[in-house]
């Protein structure tokens, strides 16, 4: 049973870059979300999508967008890169509104430097 | 806005004995889903326990149970016999209930646990 995969694993860019990560949802799941984890602290609701559109948002700037795929898989982009980017983005995958729960992905741990 | 606190920044319990993680959360509706989750060094976010607010019975799941306390919005975690894997980052997390086009998880800032061989 395929979980959540996430890519790259790991990732440095330099301030003002662009970037994107990757998420393959967990099979059987139609709903992709998207968090920010920074160090010594909870993961933070980005962004939710679902049937291709974003269904919800967090409070985070423009500079962070997305998209889904048909497949349901989903990418992060995050631009015009700031130190206070640096964090785990966590991936996580559910069937519908998520109600039993989500599944995450093991992260994507972007450095910007 | 809901929030989710998690007031013991760290624990620590020696293998075989029980531990209780403390979390508090703070909201005005009445239908809502409240979780925990472990993270360990691996990073994956694993689910540990749910709970659905208007069930009244506490939820159990092998050694992990909680004491979900509605009126006095609490949320604790009772660990029985731990074991070493067991060490990990536990976070609270709270969902609205169906219906809300707010399905997103709000987390609380974690707990970190140690068991002691």
């Known amino acids: 049973d395929a979980g959540v995969t996430q890519s790259p694993t790991h990732l440095i860019k330099t301030r003002g870059q662009q970037v994107t990560l990757r998420c393959s949802p967990k099979?059987?799941?139609?709903?992709v979300s998207w968090y920010q984890q920074a160090l010594g602290q909870g993961p933070q609701f980005i962004f939710q999508?679902?049937?291709?559109?974003?269904?919800q948002r967090g409070n985070f700037p423009d500079r962070f967008s997305g998209h889904q795929f048909p497949n349901y898989s989903s990418e992060l982009n995050v631009n015009a890169l700031l130190l206070g980017d640096s964090a785990l983005y966590l991936c996580?995958?559910?069937?519908?509104?998520?109600?039993?729960?989500?599944?995450f992905g093991s992260g994507t741990r972007l450095t910007v430097v | 806005a809901q929030t989710v606190t998690q007031s013991q920044p760290e624990m620590s319990v020696q293998e075989a004995e029980t531990v209780t993680l403390s979390c508090t959360y703070d909201?005005?509706?009445?239908?809502?889903?409240l979780f925990w989750y472990k993270q360990p060094p691996s990073r994956q976010m694993i689910l540990v326990i749910r709970?659905?607010?208007?069930?009244?019975q506490n939820a159990t799941e092998n050694r992990f149970s909680v004491n979900f306390q509605k009126a006095a919005k609490s949320f604790s975690l009772k660990i029985s016999d731990s074991q070493l894997g067991d060490a990990a980052m536990y976070f609270c997390?709270?969902?609205?209930?169906?219906?809300?086009?707010?399905?997103?998880?709000?987390f609380g800032k974690g707990t970190k646990l140690s068991v002691k061989p």
């Open positions: 996580a995958s559910s069937l519908g509104q998520g109600l039993s729960g989500y599944t």
């Open positions: 099979s059987g799941h139609d709903t």
């Open positions: 999508y679902y049937e291709e559109e974003e269904r």
């Open positions: 909201t005005s509706e009445s239908d809502y889903y």
């Open positions: 709970q659905e607010a208007y069930k009244q």
């Open positions: 997390a709270y969902r609205r209930g169906y219906g809300g086009s707010q399905g997103n998880l709000i």
